[in-house]
């Protein structure tokens, strides 16, 4: 502010000096103002110049000051850019994501995990305390579905620039469970309404989360154990589940779905066993079970009757699921919402 003054007292000086001489082509304060960015910018057109000795002397502070006042312009302009485009690489200007997917922590699991959400054309927000992490995030990922962002994990309150209170789920993939469990109970006291799916090595810390509130803990150990030992007594089995369990990519990849039933959904109030044979018959998909009230009934009775809010359960392959989501009036999965 002081420089800003300083220069302007001698862009004045220079005027008042100036316009007073008659052989002066410096005649208005517009003039001196032309003069001094002229001089500013080291353009020199050679238009204006003072002829007066103290409106030279004048003149050669302002050149003098000029290369100052530029490089200081020239580098607090690059600052500022490399603050920006700091602060956005790391995610501090968040997004406006919802009925997303946040996954804190990222390693290959993390990875796995997040391509198969991307897979079902779902949005994920990673939340991580370490760049290099980020780095690799960034580099990995477009942004169009992903976003990233660096943070400490004690500052919770910077867990809300990538929407946390509007979140379908958030993963919690930390190197220690006990990270993981702190993390799991700090998320479900700020938000009490946002399912937590957790994953954790020890099998034994596994009733600890449960009982902390937490809706899904998953021991990796158990699904390893399960899936390998169905691959030994029943390995068709334990291929085709492998296989379920994998969001369809192609047309001929099979899929475990889940659907919401809207209110103007072609199903709502149907009787099951009439959406059954609808759903085989017309769309080539196999529907194994509804969700009511938050139950899973798996081969439920057949007069059982669908109702808006349910879910539906189902077995189709990749190019059924265009069909089902126009079907539907969404995309799978219980982030979407009327």
């Not at 994501?97 to 946040?102: A, G, L, R, V």
């Not at 291929?239 to 199903?267: A, G, H, P, R």
Request: proline share 1%; glycine share 6%.
């Amino acid at each position: 502010m002081l420089a800003l003054v300083i220069y302007s007292v001698a862009i004045y000086a220079v005027y008042i000096l100036e316009s007073a001489h008659e052989a002066s082509n410096i005649k208005s304060i517009g003039d001196a103002l032309w003069y001094s960015i002229v001089t500013l910018t080291t353009v020199g057109y050679g238009d204006l110049y003072p002829v007066t000795v103290a409106g030279k002397i004048i003149g050669l502070f302002l050149i003098i000051g000029s290369m100052g006042v530029l490089g200081f312009l020239i580098s607090e302009i690059h600052i500022r850019f490399q603050n920006y485009m700091e602060k956005r690489k790391t995610g501090y200007y968040g997004c406006d994501y919802k009925d997303h997917y946040i996954i804190i922590g990222y390693n290959e699991f993390s990875r796995k995990v997040a391509q198969q959400i991307l897979n079902a054309n779902q949005k994920v927000a990673f939340l991580t305390n370490d760049r290099n992490q980020l780095e690799l995030i960034n580099s990995i990922y477009e942004k169009q579905n992903v976003y990233a962002l660096f943070t400490d994990y004690k500052i919770f309150e910077n867990f809300e620039k990538i929407n946390m209170s509007r979140a379908s789920r958030v993963f919690i993939n930390l190197e220690a469970d006990t990270d993981s469990l702190v993390m799991a109970i700090n998320i479900h006291n700020n938000y009490p309404r946002l399912e937590i799916v957790a994953i954790c090595d020890n099998m034994d810390l596994k009733s600890t989360f449960i009982n902390a509130g937490i809706k899904y803990v998953i021991a990796k150990n158990e699904i390893a154990s399960k899936l390998v030992a169905s691959y030994l007594f029943e390995p068709h089995v334990a291929n085709y589940t492998e296989d379920l369990l994998t969001t369809s990519v192609s047309d001929f990849d099979s899929d475990i779905e889940e659907y919401k039933i809207l209110k103007k959904c072609v199903f709502n109030k149907m009787p099951y066993d009439e959406a059954f044979y609808k759903m085989k018959k017309e769309y080539n998909t196999v529907l194994i079970g509804i969700v009511k009230n938050g139950i899973i009934h798996k081969n439920p009775k057949l007069e059982i009757i669908i109702e808006e809010g349910d879910y539906l359960i189902l077995i189709s392959d990749g190019a059924s699921k265009n069909i089902l989501n126009k079907l539907f009036m969404l995309s799978e999965g219980v982030a979407n919402r009327e």
